[in-house]
């Protein structure tokens, strides 16, 4: 991987638009966060245990607010010419095996892993390791359990691949061209999924800031 210019953004930032946005997704995260919160107080000071199941909900809650936040800062840096990579001699294979091992901390998804020993490469680790969890996330998002979360890391020539496969339901083929723009989600309809569809976007400008290349390849029925 090496540094590349600025890609073009597919459209200017609008600030009205994801401020709304982002506003009905916080009080769609807080409410459910805060009424876990009151069940949790009132089972401590009744002296009843702390359900587990609680505490990961108030948890996954947390990281996907978080998230959200992360993202629009992330989004408002880019265009501001203020998203800058910091590439650095390192192993891509042991970066993408710390993204899933911070993936697994979060989640009871099992991720199984094809990785080589090594892969010397230059890069931000930072920004990969971010890449790489939003598309687990994704994957564990859109495919629920019992569907198979796969990584694999291979080497074609001077190129590394990474390759995040899941078992789901697939991404529509009208969906596939937009995936990686702005405020798109590859949600099926109905499905109650929430985001701001800003995820893909910023794994797309970090790849490309590499000089690589980032795509989906689905069918309906066969994962992505």
Same mark, same amino acid.
């Given at each position: 991987?090496?540094?590349?210019?600025?890609?073009?953004?597919?459209?200017?930032? $609008?600030?009205?638009?994801?401020?709304?946005?982002?506003?009905?997704?916080?009080?769609?995260?807080?409410? !459910?966060? %805060?009424?876990?919160?009151?069940?949790?107080?009132?089972?401590?000071?009744?002296?009843?245990?702390?359900?587990?199941? =609680?505490?990961?909900?108030? +948890?996954?809650?947390?990281?996907?607010?978080?998230?959200?936040?992360? $993202?629009?800062?992330?989004?408002?840096?880019?265009?501001?010419?203020?998203?800058?990579?910091?590439?650095?001699? @390192?192993?891509?294979?042991?970066?993408?095996?710390?993204?899933?091992?911070?993936? #697994?901390?979060?989640?009871? +998804?099992?991720?199984?892993?094809?990785? !080589?020993?090594?892969?010397?490469?230059?890069? =931000? !680790?930072?920004?990969?390791? #971010?890449?790489?969890?939003?598309?687990?996330?994704?994957?564990?998002?859109?495919?629920?359990?019992?569907?198979?979360?796969?990584?694999?890391?291979?080497?074609?020539?001077?190129?590394?691949?990474?390759?995040?496969?899941?078992? %789901?339901?697939?991404?529509?083929?009208?969906?596939?061209? +937009?995936?990686?723009? +702005?405020?798109?989600?590859?949600?099926?309809?109905? =499905? @109650?999924?929430? %985001?701001?569809?800003?995820?893909?976007?910023?794994?797309?400008?970090?790849?490309?800031?590499?000089?690589?290349?980032? @795509?989906?390849?689905?069918?309906? @029925?066969? %994962?992505?």
């Amino acid at each position: 991987m090496s540094d590349s210019p600025k890609p073009s953004s597919d459209r200017p930032f $609008d600030p009205t638009f994801a401020l709304g946005a982002a506003a009905h997704e916080l009080k769609n995260g807080l409410g !459910p966060l %805060g009424m876990t919160l009151q069940l949790v107080e009132r089972r401590v000071l009744s002296g009843q245990p702390v359900l587990p199941e =609680d505490l990961a909900f108030a +948890r996954a809650q947390v990281r996907r607010l978080s998230q959200l936040v992360n $993202d629009l800062l992330d989004v408002t840096h880019v265009d501001t010419e203020q998203f800058p990579l910091r590439p650095c001699a @390192g192993d891509l294979a042991a970066t993408v095996a710390q993204a899933i091992d911070v993936f #697994q901390r979060g989640s009871d +998804r099992p991720v199984s892993r094809v990785l !080589p020993a090594a892969l010397p490469a230059s890069f =931000d !680790p930072d920004r990969i390791v #971010q890449v790489v969890l939003n598309l687990l996330w994704n994957a564990a998002k859109y495919a629920p359990p019992p569907a198979l979360v796969a990584v694999a890391v291979t080497r074609l020539g001077a190129v590394a691949r990474v390759e995040v496969r899941d078992g %789901g339901p697939g991404v529509p083929r009208e969906v596939q061209a +937009r995936l990686f723009d +702005r405020f798109v989600r590859a949600r099926a309809e109905g =499905d @109650g999924t929430r %985001g701001l569809g800003l995820g893909l976007y910023l794994c797309r400008e970090i790849i490309e800031r590499h000089g690589g290349r980032i @795509g989906v390849d689905s069918a309906p @029925g066969a %994962g992505a």
